[in-house]
Structure formats: C-alpha cells, structure tokens
C-alpha cells in the first residue's frame, strides 16, 4: 500500500491570485517512509484542461501552481510506479462550492498557521 501525501503553503482555502507551494510524497502505507524512488506524473486540471504537468521519480515533487479565477481544480498523480490507479484530489478556489461530480464544499473557513494535509492509499 502506498499513501499520496500533499500538502500546500500557505495554508487555508484556495483563493486566486495567491502564489501556492504544494508538496507530494509517496510513502509506504505501513511504516509512513518515504519512497525515494517512487515515480508519478502531476497534473494541474481546470475546467477540463490540463494546465500544468511534470513527472519525477523521485518520490516526491514541490511545485508552484497559482490559480486565475475560482472554480475547481484537479491536482492528479498518475502512473504511481507504473499502475492504472490515480490520485485526484479535487479542490474548491475562491467561492466555489461544488464540484461538477456534486462534492459540495459546505463551510469555509480562515485558518492562520494550520498546515492542511490530504492523504490518499493506494493499494499497488
């Protein structure tokens, strides 16, 4: 089992115009280590497009991604080690509050100094 580990600076709810950090880690499910020689595509997907895209194999990749407008975006890790299986982690920016597959995002909150982290398992 693996878990996608993201995370972004600075913290709190997307808003567009704002300069974000976002980090991605591959770890082993069971130990929390990371996997230094993972390899995954990212992609940045807006309204269908994609908009950004790299891959690494080295576990791990940090990139800056600022957004335009609100709405919502798809941060995807693909071909985890070479699997079928991807990792979309769907994301409200500015006054979005639902997703075209009908996630709503009920409560926004300001949050100063809380680091929000998403995880995802993958079982490869």
Do not use: C, H
């Not at 069971?30 to 230094?36: A, C, E, G, L």
């Not at 990212?42 to 194999?57: A, E, M, P, Q, W």
């Amino acid at each position: 089992l693996y878990e996608i580990v993201m995370n972004w600076q600075p913290t709190g709810p997307m808003e567009p115009g704002i300069v974000y950090l976002f980090n991605f880690e591959v770890r082993e499910a069971m130990t929390q280590k990371n996997i230094d020689d993972a390899s995954f595509n990212f992609k940045v997907v807006k309204d269908g497009i994609v908009t950004d895209s790299t891959s690494t194999n080295s576990g791990a990749i940090t990139q800056t991604i600022s957004f335009d407008a609100p709405g919502t975006v798809n941060l995807l890790l693909t071909d985890v080690n070479s699997s079928t299986q991807q990792v979309d982690f769907t994301m409200p920016v500015g006054t979005e509050t639902t997703t075209k597959d009908g996630i709503s995002f009920i409560k926004r909150t300001t949050m100063q100094n809380q680091q929000f982290t998403f995880v995802a398992v993958l079982k490869i």
